[in-house]
């Protein structure tokens, strides 16, 4: 076993053994602590746990590498803004009031505040979404073994598995918030230990942040020598039209994902619902904005060690260049992406001869900036924790959803609280089984529909939840029509322009990932054009929609606690 | 609160979030991407200033958004008395 080896296995076994302490000492007993923790987590800590939460796999792994390598640098900035400035939507516009509307999940919004066919569209929109998000999750577990411990796939997964299993079957949302901010500690430390290291190595300012912008001149420098534009440089790859249309796909998207949105009801008041708001982003600011530094650090050293622009003989190549090339995830340049062994020795090699993947970045770059193996191991406990994280959160969405919005509110509403319970914890063990199998054998589109997610995100929930807030007049007609008409454009457009199914260039060469824009703006006509000619919704429906925009106990909110059907 | 409280907290509390929207749409949409070109001319801590706001400045405005929204939000409370015990944040 070597010493990266070692060193991630002793960081993985401590990690774990806290997450399953933890979820012991935080178990529940009932139904309002197994979806919302009983509405009692403080401002901070819920944040952390969004935070975890939100920050996937894919921000820990591949965001630093999308943001290098899928464009010249500038082009990966929709991903940053995309996925930060949600946040501001969710705070200003959702999260106060849906705490103060109570109730346990996002389908229960839509539900209680249009009609009971409105509350299926949601349950199936948000179960579909969580299980493509949560298969990544669970692929992202497999990769993390089998590249630091040689453990095979499937026992990865099958560990992964396990853990998850004892500590979200047992404590719920509860268990699941408590270990997730120890979560989000673990993966923290482990992304900022290796920035700060390279950027005081490379530049002697320890700020990653700040660090980066003295190498950005000399990295133009090197891309374009290497014939690529400049690192900095606007509008080479995506187009201003096709960046603000992405940015806010994935803005909106961000506001309309049921797992991120139903920790808000977890909060104990209006007030703590927009702390938490506040400190989540303030957590994943962190991490985002030390991301685009370990992108332009990265490439400016993996440049550098390939020897810039004359390039050098193979059989001079860095270890790492050897590691990951071994691996299948450095291959040549091209379409055909050829092995790297099919190259004589000799052969010279430039950084624009090779095509590295993005998942490298942050996996290999304690190994290319020269840090110490218990940095490496680190890394991968905190590549786990980010994994597991959001993992767990999807899953309460979907066990929650299973339990509450159709066992108890279509199947059987006169359950007592411990057989809701139990059905909740038999959904959420299903799910993991699900989870994990798709996991172990991803199916091949996954990848392309994670990203595709925000765009149906923000083409259905998204107006449904602003409109049934800020718009006493909308009805269930219009809200039910604009999402499945704006889910349905979306849908019907990703089908028609994606690799898999047609290939087309679209309409006005807009692509998929940012369509959702527009499938939103469609949602928001077709809703306001519908609810101006549907009867209006009942007097004690709007004063209801009235009371939420005020904290503090109201008469209605607590009618409609207790079940009082307003309709 | 009486309806004429109602409506002058709901006044009070959209033309905050307008405010705060429009900030958030100028520095990403604005300076990140639209404006981006004649931003990157000026130099800012070794960055372009259209690039910096786009992977930088873009984020850290965001928390600055939400943290004024949230101290606004907590003193408009407090005048109409609708505010909510600090333990209930904090503890």
Redesign the interface.
């Known amino acids: 076993m070597s010493d990266i080896q070692l060193w991630t296995l002793i960081f993985v076994v401590i990690t774990f053994a806290l997450y399953i302490v933890i979820a012991y000492r935080s178990r529940v007993s009932d139904t309002a602590g197994f979806y919302v923790a009983g509405g009692g987590i403080?401002?901070?800590a819920n944040g952390a746990a969004i935070a975890a939460d939100w920050m996937s796999a894919a921000s820990f792994i591949s965001l630093a590498g999308i943001?290098a390598f899928a464009g010249n640098g500038?082009a990966g900035?929709v991903y940053?803004?995309g996925w930060?400035?949600g946040?501001?939507l969710l705070?200003?516009?959702l999260a106060?009031y849906l705490r103060k509307f109570g109730k346990y999940t996002i389908p229960d919004f839509v539900g209680d505040r249009y009609n009971e066919t409105a509350r299926l569209v949601a349950v199936v929109a948000a179960i579909v979404v969580s299980f493509v998000y949560v298969a990544g999750q669970m692929a992202g577990v497999g990769v993390v073994f089998t590249r630091f411990l040689s453990v095979d796939k499937t026992t990865g997964v099958i560990i992964g598995m396990a853990i998850v299993f004892f500590y979200a079957v047992l404590g719920g949302m509860k268990g699941i918030t408590w270990t997730q901010v120890a979560q989000y500690t673990v993966l923290i430390i482990a992304y900022l230990i290796p920035a700060v290291a390279v950027s005081a190595k490379v530049t002697g300012i320890a700020l990653p942040?700040?660090g980066f912008?003295?190498i950005?001149?000399e990295l133009n420098g090197l891309q374009q020598d290497l014939g690529i534009a400049q690192y900095?440089?606007?509008f080479t790859q995506t187009s201003?039209a096709n960046?603000?249309l992405i940015?806010?796909a994935l803005?909106f998207g961000t506001a309309g994902l049921p797992h991120v949105i139903v920790r808000f009801y977890t909060a104990?008041?209006?007030?703590?619902a927009?702390?938490s708001?506040?400190w989540a982003?303030?957590f994943i600011?962190i991490l985002?904005?030390t991301a685009?530094s370990v992108a332009a650090f990265s490439k400016y050293n993996i440049i550098d060690e390939l020897g810039g622009t004359q390039g050098i003989p193979l059989s001079q190549a860095p270890d790492w260049f050897n590691t990951w090339a071994g691996v299948g995830l450095i291959t040549q340049a091209g379409e055909a992406a050829a092995p790297i062994s099919e190259l004589a020795p000799d052969s010279v090699i430039r950084f624009t001869d090779v095509t590295i993947n993005n998942d490298i970045i942050v996996l290999a770059s304690p190994e290319i900036g020269g840090l110490p193996a218990p940095i490496v191991g680190l890394v991968a406990a905190g590549a786990l924790a980010a994994a597991l994280s959001t993992a767990s959160g999807l899953l309460l969405v979907i066990s929650s959803s299973v339990a509450n919005d159709v066992y108890y509110k279509k199947i059987n509403p006169q359950a007592s609280e411990k057989q809701q319970l139990l059905v909740g914890r038999i959904a959420m063990a299903a799910a993991i089984v699900v989870a994990g199998y798709l996991g172990i054998n991803p199916p091949g589109f996954v990848a392309q529909v994670v990203a595709l997610a925000f765009g149906l995100a923000c083409a259905s929930f998204f107006p449904a939840l602003v409109l049934g807030i800020f718009w006493k007049n909308c009805t269930a007609i219009g809200a039910m029509t604009g999402m499945i008409v704006g889910l349905g454009v979306t849908m019907a457009y990703m089908l028609w322009t994606i690799d898999i199914y047609g290939n087309s260039d679209g309409i006005f060469g807009i692509p998929e990932t940012g369509f959702g824009t527009v499938g939103m703006i469609i949602n928001f006509v077709v809703t306001i054009a519908v609810s101006k000619v549907t009867p209006k919704p009942s007097a004690e429906m709007q004063e209801l929609v009235?009371e939420i925009?005020?904290?503090?106990r109201s008469r209605l909110v607590a009618a409609h606690a207790e079940g009082k059907d307003l309709h | 609160?009486d309806d004429t409280q109602?409506r002058e907290?709901?006044r009070r509390?959209l033309r905050l979030?307008a405010v705060?929207?429009v900030i958030?749409a100028l520095v990403?949409?604005g300076a990140?991407?639209?404006f981006?070109?004649a931003l990157?001319t000026i130099s800012f801590?070794?960055?372009?200033l259209?690039?910096?706001f786009?992977?930088?400045g873009?984020?850290?405005v965001?928390?600055v958004?939400?943290?004024v929204?949230?101290w606004q939000?907590?003193k408009l409370?407090k005048e109409?008395g609708?505010?909510?015990?600090e333990s209930?944040?904090?503890?």
């Open positions: 403080p401002a901070s943001v500038y900035s940053l803004m930060t400035g946040y501001v705070a200003l516009l106060p942040q700040i912008g003295t950005l001149s900095t440089e606007a201003r960046m603000v940015t806010a803005m104990k008041s209006v007030r703590a927009r702390f708001a506040l982003l303030f600011a985002y904005t685009p009235e925009r005020y904290p503090g | 609160m109602r907290y709901w509390n979030m705060l929207l958030w990403s949409y990140g991407i639209l981006v070109d990157n801590i070794g960055f372009p259209g690039f910096w786009a992977q930088q873009s984020i850290i965001f928390v958004l939400i943290a929204y949230v939000m907590d409370d109409f609708v505010d909510e015990v209930e944040v904090h503890s």
